[in-house]
């Protein structure tokens, strides 16, 4: 069974840092590409940051130069170093799995249940 988890969030002011982290357990081909995405209230789901086992990177163009995605395959653990943040960056933040690599779009297998980022002005 495939279980991710995310911790990290919380509130922070405009132009602040944030860290946030993804725990993986289950068989290691099922997390060979992973990627964060979030979704605020009223709005789609839109990805973020993602990166496959072999280091190749995807980020959406509104966090490029903000926020760094890293993994710690030998822990199984994913990060979303985010900084410089914003007001419109307030949102639930999920992390994502699959032995496949789909880049941000949304259709990765395994979802975690989400870490709420909320920024203020």
């Known amino acids: 069974q495939v279980q991710l988890v995310e911790s990290g969030g919380g509130s922070v002011q405009s132009g602040g840092s944030l860290k946030l982290s993804c725990a993986h357990s289950?068989?290691?081909?099922?997390?060979?590409?992973m990627a964060w995405f979030r979704q605020a209230p009223g709005k789609e789901r839109e990805g973020v940051a993602g990166?496959?086992?072999?280091?190749?990177?995807a980020y959406a163009d509104s966090v490029k130069e903000r926020f760094t995605v890293s993994r710690d395959r030998a822990n199984n653990m994913m990060y979303l170093q985010m900084d410089g943040l914003r007001p419109e960056d307030t949102a639930m933040y999920y992390c994502?799995?699959?032995?496949?690599?789909?880049?941000?779009?949304?259709?990765?297998?395994?979802w975690g249940q989400g870490t709420q980022v909320t920024v203020s002005s």
């Open positions: 289950g068989p290691p081909h099922t997390a060979y590409a």
């Open positions: 994502a799995a699959d032995q496949d690599w789909h880049s941000l779009r949304g259709e990765y297998r395994y």
């Open positions: 990166m496959t086992g072999g280091g190749l990177t």
